[in-house]
């Protein structure tokens, strides 16, 4: 049998709620979404007897309905751009780096229902498992108010990325091909990739991917593919060297 951890102490629902800028009506939603697999026994049973569930089936569910919103969103701010910038803006948006900062803006972590194994490997700051809750509130939102309530509590938490986007602050580019410039203008090899880690379910599969270089790691970037993964070590690659200048003496 699990142990089973409990959300923190005294991170109530309510208070939740008031971050989110939502009230449930069906407070079982929210606990829904707030449930890792690893939370639930054989024969978990909630106060009515019934079998419990964790948040996968909203997390499903929730990356649909940011799907529509944000390309909605997008469409509407960006209707000059080609299909091709729509859908690099929407994987930029709706990745996973930029789904766990949301959640961790929200302080998301403590409300999470995990099992002790879990708490214990650090799951309430894993990056997948806050990509993960954020999408399974999303969805229950949408279950339990409607697509206005879903689409008022997405754009709020998006507005400033939105906003950015809207005032072309935000690079419309490939990084991969950036990062192999980059690499030839310094006279080293072309950056190789290579998937370093493999994680969620068939229908939501998380890769994370290390970009190389002379057998030196460059960066790590994670995504729902991977090109979506490659794309994003080559971007962290691409800061890192403008940041740190981590070429010079390399060449």
């Known amino acids: 049998m699990l142990r089973r951890i409990r959300p923190s102490a005294g991170a109530s629902l309510h208070q939740l709620e008031k971050r989110l800028g939502y009230r449930f009506k069906r407070r079982e939603l929210l606990e829904q979404a707030l449930t890792h697999r690893s939370y639930l026994h054989d024969a978990g049973k909630n106060r009515d007897g019934l079998r419990q569930k964790d948040y996968e089936s909203l997390e499903f569910f929730g990356d649909a309905v940011l799907g529509l919103v944000i390309s909605e969103a997008l469409l509407r701010s960006c209707p000059h751009l080609?299909?091709?910038?729509?859908?690099?803006?929407?994987?930029?948006?709706?990745?996973?780096?930029?789904?766990?900062?949301?959640?961790?803006?929200?302080?998301?972590?403590?409300?999470?229902r995990l099992s002790f194994g879990e708490e214990k490997t650090g799951g309430r700051n894993k990056r997948a498992i806050l990509a993960d809750v954020f999408e399974s509130v999303t969805a229950a939102i949408y279950l339990d108010g409607g697509l206005e309530a879903a689409r008022r509590f997405v754009l709020s938490r998006f507005r400033p990325l939105l906003d950015k986007i809207a005032e072309r602050e935000i690079e419309l580019r490939d990084f991969k091909s950036a990062?192999?410039?980059?690499l030839h203008s310094a006279g080293l090899t072309e950056p190789s990739y290579r998937v370093v880690e493999e994680s969620g379910p068939d229908h939501r599969k998380r890769f994370v991917v290390e970009v190389m270089s002379l057998g030196k790691p460059l960066a790590q970037g994670e995504g729902l593919s991977k090109k979506e993964a490659e794309q994003h070590a080559a971007q962290v690659a691409l800061k890192s060297i403008q940041a740190s200048q981590i070429l010079q003496g390399s060449s």
């Open 82 to 112: 080609r299909e091709g910038d729509l859908s690099k803006l929407k994987a930029h948006l709706v990745s996973t780096h930029q789904l766990c900062r949301l959640s961790r803006d929200l302080e998301i972590g403590p409300f999470i």
């Open 179 to 182: 990062l192999q410039e980059e």
